[in-house]
Every structure is written in C-alpha cells, then in structure tokens.
C-alpha cells in the first residue's frame, strides 16, 4: 500500500466484557500540491516581507530561523512518527505586529499513536525553538546601543534568560539622564522568540505544553488546563497585551483528545525532559513582557475617539 493511499486504524471504542463495535481512523488523501508546497511556500515568502519590512535583514535571518525551526521540530517528530502533518505555515501581519508576523503553525492531520509520540511532537517544537534563540541572544547582546527616551516607544522586559545573557556578554554601557539601551535586530527577534516559546509551553488544552501535560499526567490534563488558563487571567493585572491571548487560551482549554494507544507508558527519561521543559518556560516567561498599562491602553483609546 502506498503512502497516499487512505486506510483505517481500528480500536475497541471502550473495555467491556462484551465485544465492542471497532472505531475507525481514516488517513484523508493526500491534498493537492498547490495546498501541500505551494501555499506554505508563499505564505513564508510574504512573511519574510513582512518582516523584513518591519527591521530588514537580520530581521528576517533571525525571527524567520526561530519560528522554522520550531515548527520544523514539531514537523520532523511527526515525520518520524509518520504522523500526517502539513508543512509550518508563516502569519504574516504588516501592520499591528512587533515584527511583522503573528508566528506559524503545522497542522497535524492523523491519528497519534500513542502518548511517547505525542510527548515528543509537543516538546520538539519548542525546544528547538529556545536552542536556536540563544545564538541570537548572544548576537543582539552585541548589538545593543544607547538611544534617547521617547514618550511613545515601546518598552519590552527582560526574561530572565535574556537578562542573564545580556549582562554576560553585553558591552559595558553608561546610560545618562532621559537614555536607554536599545536592541537591535538579533535581539528584537531573540525576545520575540522567547515569548513565543512561553506562551506555547503553557500547560493548556492543545498548545506544546498541553500535550506535553496530557502525555505525561493524563488523568490530571484537563484539571491543569482549566487551572492554567484561569490563572493566565491574572496575568490582565499586568496591562492588556495578554487580554487577546487569554481568550485564546479558554477557546484551546478544552479536553485533550486521546491517543490511540493512550495505555503506553511514557517513561521516566520524558518526565525528566518534562521538568526541564519547565525550566525553559521558567527563563523565557515574564509576566509583563510589553510595558503597556490599562492608564495608556484608555489614553490611547482617548486620543485615538477625539482625533
């Protein structure tokens, strides 16, 4: 049979003493090629525009190399697992976006196996993502200039690990009266990456984390989701930027579906890679990563009515 051809996966609907009716997996056809090469193809020509517009060059090297080469972790695990996966799709944003793109997607179309398989397609995504953003965080650690304090310019907060890179391999600089330090490229592009690391590893419904959550505790997945994506409301007291997410995360806090062998033990070697995958959302999250309050949310609403 080849590859291209559909087939169905049957497994008992739930035990019982009695035989149950089998429940079928279908593997759809395979899309045309305009959908399968062609699609993902200009859509990460147009997001590498778009980027570039935003910050130019080095921009475009180093925010479209992170996000590749997350989606291309999540990509090659199902490819390794011959899970039916679409090739990563870029979002472009030309406009209300801090680098020209809302990130990128695969989407996963077949059946996973079992919760080995589900674990390893959640996590490599991410982790790849983090390893690819520390060389960039040790480039933009070089870029970094002094620059005047403008009322209007964003303010982006450290998390920890760019702090912590930032202080090892920065120049020394001497900030005066009304100066800050400004990231180039390398480093917009870094903490870009960064926060799209956290955000993903969020132990809800179906992001990296959540997978992540339900292979590892799958009896406990749905309680910690629920958990997790209320206590991300908290997160408002902060400033608005994370209102648009927090809705996000209640419409992916549903139940994890199963695997199809849900019954196959994970391992203690992933749980360890569980804890550090805490510990990568641990150095990548802050909490208010965009200095932006409700007090300048309302004024911009004000000023935005008036004029």
């Not at 997607?105 to 674990?119: H, M, T, Y």
């Not at 849900?262 to 909490?287: H, K, N, S, T, Y």
Request: charged fraction near 15%.
């Amino acid at each position: 049979m080849r590859d291209d051809e559909p087939f169905a996966r049957y497994e008992p609907a739930s035990w019982s003493a009695e035989p149950a009716p089998a429940r079928p997996y279908f593997v759809r056809p395979k899309p045309s090629v305009l959908r399968e090469y062609v699609r993902p193809a200009l859509l990460f020509l147009l997001t590498a525009g778009t980027v570039y517009l935003h910050g130019g060059l080095q921009l475009v090297v180093a925010a479209m190399g992170i996000m590749l080469s997350h989606e291309m972790g999540h990509y090659l695990a199902c490819r390794y697992y011959k899970v039916d996966a679409t090739l990563p799709h870029f979002l472009p944003a030309p406009i209300i976006s801090l680098v020209g793109t809302f990130g990128a997607f695969i989407r996963i179309r077949g059946p996973i196996p079992d919760r080995k398989a589900l674990f390893d397609i959640g996590v490599a995504g991410p982790l790849a993502g983090f390893v690819v953003c520390l060389p960039f965080l040790y480039l933009g650690a070089h870029e970094l200039e002094i620059g005047k304090s403008t009322p209007n310019a964003l303010m982006f907060n450290e998390p920890l690990i760019l702090h912590w890179m930032f202080s090892w391999f920065a120049p020394p600089l001497t900030l005066g009266p009304g100066e800050v330090a400004v990231i180039g490229p390398y480093g917009l592009a870094a903490w870009f990456g960064l926060l799209l690391t956290a955000l993903n590893l969020m132990p809800v419904g179906q992001l990296d984390g959540g997978h992540a959550v339900y292979a590892l505790m799958r009896e406990r997945a749905a309680l910690i989701s629920r958990i997790a994506s209320w206590l991300c409301l908290a997160l408002l007291y902060f400033g608005p930027s994370y209102l648009i997410w927090w809705v996000l995360l209640r419409l992916l806090a549903r139940p994890h579906p199963p695997t199809i062998d849900d019954e196959q033990p994970v391992g203690r070697a992933r749980a360890a890679i569980g804890i550090l995958c805490v510990a990568v959302f641990v150095l990548c999250f802050r909490p208010d990563p965009i200095e932006f309050s409700w007090h300048d949310a309302w004024k911009d609403l004000y000023d935005w009515w008036i004029t």
